[in-house]
C-alpha cells in the first residue's frame, strides 16, 4: 500500500473516532425545557474549542499529507529546471530559426517561382534514370569479369565504379543547362528591383567559367572514351569483337544519356528552391523535437501532478474540517439541556459562523 493511500486511511479512522468519542459526550443538565435557546451567557464551551481546534488540525494535516505526496515530483520537477531551461532557450532560438527559413522560402518562391523551368517530379525521374544507368552499366562490366575469373565481389565494386564514372562523365550537361538558362535570365543590375537583388547571380551571371565548362566537357568526353575502350576490351577477350564493340558502344551511350539526362533535369532556380524547402524540413522536425524533449515534458508532468496533489489534499482537508465541525454541533445537539436546541433568531449559525464565534471567544 501507498504511504499516501496509508495517510488517508488514518485520516478517515480518525474522523470515524471521534465521531464515536462525540457520540459519547455529554454534559450536566441543570433542568429540563423544551425549546430552549442557547444561553446568551454562554461562550464558547470547551467541546467546541476542542473539535474547532481538531477541524484546524486536518486542514494543517491533509495539507502536510498532500505535500509529503507531492514532494518527489517537486524534487523531480526542480531536478530539470536547468535542462528545461536550456531545452527552452534552444527551443525558442529553433523557433526563429523556423520562422527565417519559411520567411525565405516564401520570399524565394514570390521572386523565384517565374523563372522556374523544370516541372514536378523531374527530379525524382532523374534519380530513377540516373541510378538505373549505373546499374546497367555495372553489371555488362561485372558478368564479364565474372565470367574472365575475376573474385565476384571484387569485380562487383570495380564495375560499380566503372558504372559510376560513366554515369557521372554526363553531369556536365547540369552545367550546360545552368549556362543556358543564366544567359536567358540576364539582366542589367540596375534593373533588378529591391527583391531581385538577394538572388543577383541568377540574373547577373558572367561567361567568364565556359573555360572552365569546356575543360570539364573535355575530362568528361575522355572518361566516357576509356570506359568505352575498357568494356571493349574487356568484352572483346572473353566474347569475341563483335560483342566487344556492342558493350563497348554501351557504355559509351550510357555516358552521354547520362549528360543528356543530367542537361533536362538541371535547374539551378528549381535546386534553390528545393534546397529552401529542405531547410525549412530540417528547420521544424529540429524544433518539434525540442518541443517533445524529455526533461520539458517530464518537468511539466510532474509539475501538474505535484500542484494536483496539492489541491486534492487541501479539498480533502477542507472536507475533513468540515466533517469536525458537525462533530463540534454534533455535541452540542446530544446536549440540549446545557447549549438549548439552536440559536435565538439574528445569532451567527452554521458552521462558519461557529469557526468565527469560537475565534471571537478566544
Same mark, same amino acid.
Given at each position: 500500500?501507498?504511504?499516501?493511500?496509508?495517510?488517508t486511511s488514518?485520516?478517515?479512522q480518525s474522523?470515524?473516532?471521534w465521531?464515536d468519542?462525540?457520540d459519547?459526550?455529554?454534559?450536566?443538565?441543570?433542568n429540563n425545557?423544551?425549546?430552549?435557546?442557547?444561553?446568551?451567557?454562554?461562550?464558547?464551551?470547551y467541546?467546541?474549542?476542542e473539535?474547532?481546534?481538531?477541524a484546524d488540525?486536518q486542514?494543517?494535516?491533509?495539507?502536510?499529507s498532500g505535500?509529503?505526496?507531492?514532494?518527489?515530483?517537486?524534487?523531480?520537477?526542480a531536478a530539470?529546471?536547468?535542462p528545461a531551461?536550456?531545452?527552452?532557450?534552444?527551443?525558442?532560438?529553433?523557433g526563429?530559426?523556423?520562422?527565417a527559413a519559411?520567411v525565405?522560402?516564401?520570399?524565394?518562391?514570390?521572386?523565384?517561382?517565374?523563372?522556374v523551368?523544370?516541372?514536378?517530379?523531374?527530379k525524382?525521374r532523374?534519380?530513377?534514370a540516373?541510378?538505373?544507368?549505373?546499374?546497367g552499366?555495372t553489371?555488362?562490366v561485372?558478368s564479364?569479369?565474372?565470367?574472365n575469373?575475376?573474385?565476384?565481389?571484387? *569485380?562487383?565494386?570495380? @564495375? &560499380?565504379a /566503372? !558504372?559510376?564514372?560513366?554515369?557521372?562523365?554526363g553531369?556536365?550537361? #547540369?552545367e %550546360?543547362?545552368?549556362?543556358?538558362?543564366?544567359q536567358?535570365?540576364?539582366r542589367?543590375?540596375?534593373s533588378?528591383?529591391?527583391?531581385?537583388?538577394?538572388?543577383q547571380r541568377?540574373?547577373?551571371?558572367?561567361?567568364?567559367?565556359?573555360?572552365i565548362?569546356?575543360?570539364?566537357?573535355?575530362?568528361?568526353?575522355?572518361?566516357?572514351?576509356?570506359?568505352?575502350v575498357?568494356?571493349?576490351?574487356?568484352?572483346?577477350a572473353?566474347?569475341?569483337?563483335i560483342?566487344?564493340?556492342t558493350f563497348g558502344?554501351? *557504355?559509351a551511350?550510357? @555516358? &552521354?544519356a /547520362? !549528360?543528356?539526362?543530367a542537361?533536362?533535369?538541371?535547374?539551378?532556380? #528549381?535546386? %534553390?528552391?528545393?534546397?529552401?524547402?529542405?531547410?525549412?524540413t530540417?528547420?521544424?522536425?529540429?524544433y518539434l523535437?525540442?518541443?517533445?524533449?524529455?526533461?520539458?515534458s517530464?518537468?511539466?508532468?510532474?509539475e501538474?501532478?505535484a500542484k494536483?496533489?496539492?489541491?486534492e489534499a487541501?479539498?480533502?482537508g477542507?472536507?475533513?474540517?468540515?466533517r469536525?465541525?458537525?462533530?463540534?454541533?454534533?455535541v452540542?445537539?446530544?446536549?440540549?439541556?446545557?447549549?438549548?436546541?439552536?440559536?435565538?433568531?439574528?445569532e451567527?449559525h452554521? @458552521?462558519?459562523?461557529?469557526?468565527?464565534r469560537l475565534?471571537?471567544?478566544?
Amino acid at each position: 500500500m501507498k504511504p499516501s493511500t496509508t495517510r488517508t486511511s488514518t485520516l478517515m479512522q480518525s474522523v470515524d473516532t471521534w465521531t464515536d468519542e462525540a457520540d459519547q459526550i455529554t454534559l450536566p443538565r441543570l433542568n429540563n425545557v423544551g425549546a430552549q435557546t442557547r444561553p446568551t451567557q454562554l461562550g464558547a464551551t470547551y467541546a467546541e474549542i476542542e473539535y474547532a481546534a481538531l477541524a484546524d488540525e486536518q486542514e494543517a494535516a491533509w495539507a502536510a499529507s498532500g505535500e509529503d505526496s507531492a514532494r518527489p515530483y517537486v524534487e523531480s520537477a526542480a531536478a530539470l529546471e536547468a535542462p528545461a531551461a536550456a531545452t527552452t532557450f534552444v527551443l525558442v532560438e529553433a523557433g526563429k530559426e523556423v520562422v527565417a527559413a519559411q520567411v525565405d522560402r516564401q520570399h524565394a518562391i514570390q521572386v523565384l517561382a517565374p523563372y522556374v523551368r523544370r516541372e514536378p517530379g523531374a527530379k525524382l525521374r532523374y534519380w530513377i534514370a540516373w541510378i538505373t544507368l549505373v546499374l546497367g552499366d555495372t553489371g555488362g562490366v561485372w558478368s564479364a569479369a565474372v565470367v574472365n575469373g575475376d573474385v565476384p565481389i571484387i *569485380a562487383f565494386f570495380q @564495375a &560499380l565504379a /566503372s !558504372g559510376v564514372a560513366a554515369a557521372c562523365s554526363g553531369l556536365v550537361g #547540369a552545367e %550546360l543547362k545552368d549556362m543556358r538558362m543564366a544567359q536567358a535570365r540576364r539582366r542589367d543590375p540596375g534593373s533588378l528591383s529591391e527583391d531581385e537583388r538577394r538572388y543577383q547571380r541568377f540574373f547577373t551571371a558572367s561567361t567568364g567559367g565556359t573555360s572552365i565548362v569546356k575543360l570539364i566537357g573535355a575530362l568528361s568526353l575522355v572518361v566516357v572514351a576509356l570506359v568505352a575502350v575498357g568494356i571493349f576490351a574487356l568484352r572483346a577477350a572473353i566474347e569475341g569483337s563483335i560483342s566487344g564493340l556492342t558493350f563497348g558502344l554501351l *557504355a559509351a551511350a550510357t @555516358a &552521354l544519356a /547520362s !549528360g543528356l539526362l543530367a542537361y533536362s533535369a538541371a535547374d539551378d532556380v #528549381a535546386d %534553390l528552391l528545393s534546397s529552401m524547402e529542405k531547410r525549412v524540413t530540417i528547420a521544424e522536425k529540429r524544433y518539434l523535437a525540442l518541443a517533445s524533449h524529455k526533461a520539458l515534458s517530464d518537468k511539466a508532468a510532474h509539475e501538474v501532478t505535484a500542484k494536483s496533489i496539492h489541491i486534492e489534499a487541501q479539498l480533502r482537508g477542507d472536507a475533513a474540517a468540515k466533517r469536525v465541525e458537525s462533530l463540534g454541533w454534533r455535541v452540542q445537539r446530544n446536549n440540549p439541556g446545557v447549549l438549548g436546541h439552536g440559536f435565538a433568531p439574528g445569532e451567527s449559525h452554521g @458552521a462558519i459562523g461557529w469557526r468565527a464565534r469560537l475565534g471571537d471567544a478566544r
